[in-house]
């Protein structure tokens, strides 16, 4: 049975009532110290599925100072019958300081139950709890469970979403000014003398404009991650909104617009055709430059790598030997230079690429030494 003293982190909490009774009782160790829980209401517990987390259901009791999840309840939450669970363990990896918690199921693996942890002085602790997004009118709602008290909790950011929202709108009225303009040439001149100003103020969707602003602000604060984890980045992260809906930015976001750009050649089908000598003049640049002639790879294929995301260690190794690549980031520092890279696949399939920076730090094991004899 799992149960816990953190009733904010409670979703769809009930108190227990004489027609609600609770249908446990717990049995401390010490005699004559039984509770009765107060409540039920289920902890989201980040794992590896769909959803990102399970719902467990958990009892509140206030006479405990801590949080117990059992198990069994994990597999519960899954949706999945215990007697269709082939078997279960707990996999300690000491000296990545996780663990991996695994419900292997008898027909299809695709029902698993698996959720990663950390481990504290050899306990096992699940990812950080995914609080209620609760509404800020609400009296148990602080910064860390509530997304609108959050941004109001960061006055910086609130006033970047307020200027942003300012100049989306404008930006709105403009488009549909220069669009009504365009539509006016069309019409009689009776209906020019029409309060369209006052039709566009009070038509403007204001809440829909400052939802799509706010969500291309935290997609540029949280590194221009893709639609996808950006959706899901509140249940990692502390105080990022809760989308109701995986809207694409990418698509309206100016730096990863820049970043994608490239430019085509003409083709056999161009309609520019000279008419004269000279009359078309073009010049194709080139940049000459010494490459250097250490071969030597540091990280050759099959080197070992661990990395820290968000609370979680996931070890992998290198798939790809070094490339030359260029950073096309124009607000990155070293915009246009030429770097070597290695790809690197995570435990959990997820693929980078890393700079030489970065795999010294993230690789470990037995390395390749450089003999200046040999290259």
Not at 110 to 120: C, F, M, R, T
Request: with cysteine.
């Amino acid at each position: 049975m799992s149960c816990t003293d953190q009733l904010h982190m409670l979703h769809a909490y009930q108190d227990f009532t004489q027609s609600f009774p609770s249908p446990v009782k717990l049995m401390p160790a010490t005699v004559g110290s039984d509770a009765v829980p107060k409540g039920v209401g289920y902890l989201h517990v980040p794992a590896k599925n769909t959803k990102g987390f399970l719902s467990v259901q958990t009892f509140y009791t206030p006479y405990l100072r801590t949080t117990v999840i059992d198990e069994r309840d994990l597999v519960k939450a899954s949706n999945v019958r215990v007697k269709d669970i082939e078997s279960d363990s707990i996999t300690n990896h000491k000296d990545a300081g996780t663990f991996t918690y695994h419900a292997k199921h008898r027909m299809n693996s695709s029902k698993d139950v698996i959720i990663h942890g950390i481990l504290i002085d050899d306990k096992c602790y699940t990812g950080a709890l995914i609080p209620p997004d609760l509404d800020p009118s609400d009296p148990k709602a602080t910064p860390a469970t509530s997304s609108v008290l959050a941004i109001k909790s960061d006055p910086e950011f609130a006033e970047q979403c307020r200027k942003a929202t300012i100049l989306a709108i404008h930006g709105y009225h403009e488009a549909v000014k220069t669009q009504l303009r365009e539509e006016m040439t069309k019409l009689p001149t009776q209906f020019h003398l029409l309060p369209f100003p006052e039709y566009i103020q009070s038509n403007t969707p204001v809440s829909n404009i400052k939802a799509s602003t706010e969500r291309l602000l935290w997609h540029q604060r949280l590194g221009h991650p893709s639609n996808y984890y950006l959706f899901n980045a509140h249940r990692h992260a502390d105080g990022v909104p809760r989308f109701p809906h995986m809207d694409r930015v990418l698509d309206i976001c100016p730096t990863c617009i820049r970043s994608k750009q490239t430019k085509n050649a003409a083709g056999g089908n161009t309609a520019r055709t000279a008419k004269q000598p000279y009359q078309g003049l073009s010049i194709d640049f080139s940049f000459s430059g010494t490459r250097s002639k250490n071969s030597f790879n540091r990280f050759p294929i099959g080197t070992k790598v661990k990395k820290k995301f968000g609370d979680k260690i996931f070890k992998g190794k290198v798939i790809r030997s070094p490339e030359d690549t260029t950073e096309r980031d124009p607000d990155a520092d070293d915009f246009g230079e030429t770097t070597q890279s290695w790809r690197v696949e995570y435990e959990d399939q997820e693929q980078e690429d890393c700079n030489e920076r970065e795999m010294e730090r993230i690789s470990y094991g037995n390395l390749p030494r450089f003999d200046p004899h040999k290259h």
